[in-house]
């Protein structure tokens, strides 16, 4: 089945970045999923940050990353990453990496989702 692996989080000072990875192992369909970045803040629910498909834009769900966070994928090593700047202590959360098994037209709309551990960013 399909795992993925989330690192890179840790505690950093509010201005400044961390470098999140996540790798996925186990997906045996020829055709790659739409990934994400999800992120649930403390006494927050759980939210979409940020998505990517296969060989489409990188799309932002939330206002407050645009112009701080980049998404990227590299299709060939399976990888996710999420670059993060001018990180602030609104960003501090764990940290989930997703992709989205199926395969529809937008990226997860159904519950058939793979979730990462998460990894923990924690700005001061």
């Known amino acids: 089945h399909v795992q993925l692996v989330e690192s890179g989080g840790g505690l950093v000072q509010a201005g400044g970045s961390l470098s999140l990875s996540c790798e996925m192992s186990g997906y045996t369909y020829t055709s790659k999923p739409c990934m994400g970045w999800f992120r649930q803040s403390p006494g927050k629910e759980r939210e979409e940050i940020a998505e990517?498909?296969?060989?489409?834009?990188?799309?932002y769900l939330v206002d407050s990353v645009r112009g701080r966070f980049i998404i990227s994928r590299d299709n060939d090593k399976n990888t996710l990453s999420l670059q993060m700047d001018h990180l602030e202590p609104e960003d501090t959360g764990m940290y989930y990496c997703a992709a989205d098994l199926a395969s529809g037209a937008y990226c997860f709309s159904s519950d058939r989702i793979a979730w990462g551990q998460g990894t923990q960013v924690t700005v001061s």
């Open positions: 990517i498909k296969p060989r489409g834009a990188p799309r």
